[in-house]
Structures are given as structure tokens and as C-alpha cells.
């Protein structure tokens, strides 16, 4: 064998060792290379070259030996894998589809506990799933509804969330610490249409990072019951995305309280019963003004009156009632 063949077999070595990942390959392909012998000599045989070169890869130098006599059919004696001294010997290079490593497991943060009409899911790997009863959500999903259904999700640390039809939202983060602590976070975004959310564990804590994003206002959670829609200005008959030039935010508490807040820290505080409304441009709480149609279901419309009590009805009450409990005595004087 002669210097300048010997040089160029330990380079091609020396480039291999390099060139070899140190993964296992779930799938292989044999590709022409760049690489050249240049020369074959009257001692070389194929079996040689590939013990030589292709070291790492025992098991695969059936198909490696067939890939070369298929790459050079005129430096082998025909029918045969006998090399032909004097010509040149084209290598191949292996090309490796590595298994993928798992992505990082999903984290479940809740399951589906009733559904009316056809809703889906979207992971992060942008795989879309029908969602049905019992089917788990996880953090990152995208949640949408269509036309005429409703979704209920129970959470895992208690809270609820019924997002309403033509909706879409995005579980963005939800994490539970034990006690819930400054690790814990239920970060949402609603993207369109509306939901009505009861606050678990984590909107309880006051160290927890609690957020439902709506793309000019943000709701900040001191309570535990409340119903927030995008609607198209001041019709909620009429869902829109956050996007939408016309859109506007419309806010309800059943229970407790929230706060609305926007980028530029303006923030009103709204308490059960009160309703508000947020745009680009305003956060205003609406004393006067009435809930629009569309924006509460018939059972938050009961809920809501419930709650809401006219001042002037609360102030009457208040001063008539120590008269009331006087009347009440003398009649019970002159009866005995």
C-alpha cells in the first residue's frame, strides 16, 4: 500500500471519528459523500475499506457495502464485490433521523367535567384534539369552542372556568406549589368571546401570581366569582378577539371582587354586583348603565340580581329598620 494511500485512509478515519454522532439513530440513510479514495490498490477489498472507515457502525455495514457497490458500479468486477484496482471509490455518508427526545411531559392542570356541543384543544406540539367528558387539559392548551357550545373545565386546584361559545382561551400558566405559594401562577388569556371563572386555590392566595389577560386589561382576582366577555363595542350578542378594532372588554362580579387594570397600571377595583367595562383607551365602572344582552346566561342574570341591591333601596332599608324593630316591641306590649 502505498504513503499517499495510507495518508488519505487515516484522514478519512480521523474525519469519521469525528463525523459520527454518539447518539442512537432511529432512522438511517446512506447519501453519496463528498469523500474520495482516490486510488484502489491491488490489496484493498471492500470489507477492508468499511471496517476501516465506517468503525462505529457494525451493523450497518451490510447496507453500507451494498449502498457502495451501488454508488460506484464501475470500480467493482460485475456481479461481484471484487474492487478494481486503479479506480477511484466513492464513500457514503450516513445520515441520521434522531429519535427525538421527549419533550418535556405535559403538565395536566385540569379535565373536562361537561360540554355541550363541539370544543377543542391545542397543545403545544400543535396537535388538535376533540375534547370530550373527562378529557384532560393541560398547560399551554388552547381551548376553543364553537357556535352554541359550552365548556366546563374543572381545575385541579378546585377553581372553574365555563368558556363561553365562539371562545377561545389559553391556559398560558398554571402552576400549583404546595400552599400555594409565590411558585404558584394561573396566568390566562382570552382570546375571544367570554368565560365566567370561580377562583380556586391559587386566586385565594395573596402570594400566588393570578392573571386572566384580555389584551388591554388584565383582571387581578380578590374574589371568586365573575364573568368577563369581548364583545363587539357595547353588543354582546356579538363575540369578537382581542384584535378586533371594535372590541371591548365588559366585566360582571357575581361574588367577591377583582381588579381591572391596564398596561399603564390605570386600575379600577370592582365589587359583587358591580359592572364595568374596559377598552384601549378607558376603564370605566359602570354605575348606570345596564348589563348588556348577551353578556350574562340566564343563570348569572339570576345570580347578578340577586346581588344587586338599587343604593336607594339599601339606604331605606338601613334607616327603616330600627323603626321597625320599635313597632314591632310596643305591639308586643299592648298584646300582653
Not at 363575540?239 to 399603564?264: C, E, F, Y
Not at 359602570?286 to 346566561?297: I, Q, S, T
Request: aromatic share 6%.
Amino acid at each position: 500500500m502505498n504513503r499517499n494511500l495510507v495518508l488519505t485512509l487515516l484522514l478519512l478515519l480521523l474525519s469519521n471519528a469525528f463525523y459520527q454522532p454518539v447518539v442512537n439513530a432511529a432512522d438511517v440513510e446512506l447519501v453519496p459523500s463528498s469523500r474520495v479514495i482516490l486510488k484502489i490498490s491491488e490489496d484493498m477489498t471492500i470489507d477492508d475499506i468499511i471496517r476501516r472507515i465506517y468503525p462505529r457502525d457494525k451493523d450497518l455495514w451490510p447496507q453500507i457495502k451494498a449502498k457502495l457497490i451501488e454508488t460506484n458500479p464501475y470500480s467493482f468486477v460485475q456481479y461481484s464485490d471484487r474492487l478494481i484496482p486503479g479506480l477511484r471509490l466513492k464513500l457514503v455518508d450516513i445520515k441520521r433521523v434522531y429519535e427525538q427526545e421527549e419533550l418535556t411531559p405535559k403538565s395536566k392542570v385540569g379535565y373536562v367535567a361537561q360540554l355541550i356541543g363541539r370544543a377543542t384543544s391545542r397543545g403545544v406540539d400543535s396537535k388538535v384534539h376533540q375534547l370530550q367528558i373527562n378529557s384532560q387539559i393541560f398547560e399551554g392548551d388552547r381551548l376553543e369552542t364553537e357556535a352554541g357550545a359550552h365548556l366546563y373545565i374543572l381545575m385541579d386546584d378546585g377553581a372553574e372556568v365555563h368558556l363561553k361559545e365562539d371562545s377561545a382561551l389559553k391556559i398560558s400558566e398554571y402552576v400549583i406549589s404546595s400552599g400555594n405559594g409565590e411558585e404558584s401562577s394561573s396566568i390566562l388569556d382570552l382570546i375571544r368571546g367570554g368565560l365566567r371563572k370561580i377562583t380556586g386555590s391559587i386566586g385565594a392566595s395573596s402570594h400566588a401570581n393570578y392573571k386572566v389577560q384580555t389584551g388591554f386589561a388584565t383582571i387581578g382576582i380578590r374574589g371568586t366569582e365573575y364573568v368577563i366577555k369581548l364583545c363587539k363595542q357595547d353588543d354582546c350578542t356579538q363575540n369578537v378577539s382581542r384584535n378586533d378594532p371594535d372590541a371591548k372588554l365588559h366585566a360582571v362580579v357575581l361574588n367577591g371582587a377583582i381588579s381591572v387594570s391596564t398596561d399603564d397600571d390605570v386600575r379600577i377595583l370592582m365589587a359583587m354586583g358591580e359592572y364595568g367595562t374596559a377598552t384601549p383607551g378607558a376603564l370605566v365602572l359602570e354605575d348606570e348603565a345596564p348589563v348588556p344582552a348577551g353578556l350574562l346566561d340566564a343563570d348569572e342574570v339570576q345570580s347578578f340580581n340577586k346581588v344587586e341591591i338599587p343604593k336607594s333601596q339599601a339606604e331605606e332599608q338601613s334607616s327603616s329598620s330600627p323603626w321597625i324593630w320599635i313597632v314591632g316591641l310596643l305591639l308586643l306590649a299592648v298584646g300582653i
